[in-house]
């Protein structure tokens, strides 16, 4: 039986007005997305992306950026309907959705009508060439405290050692294929760019995220109330911020 890389709620992608991929932030599987998905309108089709190394796929090795980019894109690729597409990427998973987006626009096989970018600086920022790494040690503690820069350790799990024992080697994995990211707005975006930000996050503070305006001809920021987790802490803020940016896509598109 072949392995189901996305959970799919909602409306039936046959019939839906709009679909949704969403790329997750770092350790996270399928289920991070449900909540995002219950406060979507009833007529999205809403898939998460099941990276490899959780859920279903716990077995399979995480792999680097280039492997876990061309998951994503096959998962774009699988997915059932011809609704408009939206690629919603958070945290860590933005950069992962960013490069699937730029592989399916260069392929042309299938068309993405936006790309959102959650609690994610913009990728221009070039990492401090003194900073930590992940891929320098595997010492617990300084692997959380490298973490927690990031923001990719909720406390309540830091504080749950068996759940954190079972998240944790995605978790890492995640990171390690990002954290050397950056890249110049080229090749830019031929859709829309929607950036939704937490008014609270300390990562993402304005200084750090104007620089997504160069990615894309058409792009447009929305502030929500909250911090740096916004998928699993706000999600109905988010779902809402997403819906409510459709104009954006879909401005100049024929009806």
Known sequence: MPVRTYALKGADP???????????????????????????????AVATARLPGRESRVREPVGGLPGLTADVVATARALPGTAPLLVVGVCS?????????????RDGDVPVAGFVAVSQWAVTERPDPGRR???????????????????????ALAANEEMLALLLPSIVADMRAV??????????????????????????????????????????TV????????????????????????????EGVPA
Do not use: K, N
Request: hydrophobic residues 45%.
């Open 133 to 155: 790494l992940l891929r320098d040690t595997d010492d617990r503690a300084h692997v959380l405290d490298i973490l927690r820069e990031f923001g990719g350790v909720p406390e």
């Open 93 to 105: 998973g933005a950069v992962l959705a960013l490069e699937a987006v730029r592989a399916l626009q």
């Open 223 to 250: 502030w929500l109330p909250g911090g740096h987790m916004l998928l699993t802490d706000e999600p109905a803020l988010l779902a809402d911020a997403v819906a409510g940016s459709l104009d954006h896509f879909t």
């Open 14 to 44: 046959r019939e839906a007005a709009w679909r949704v991929l969403l790329v997750p932030h770092a350790g996270a599987g399928a289920a991070a997305g449900a909540a995002f998905a219950s406060h979507a309108p009833a007529d999205w």
């Open 179 to 220: 954290e050397e990211y950056s890249s110049s707005p080229d090749p830019r975006l031929e859709c829309p760019l929607l950036t939704v930000f937490g008014d609270e996050d300390p990562l993402c503070p304005q200084e750090r995220t104007e620089d997504w305006e160069l990615f894309a001809t058409r792009t447009r």
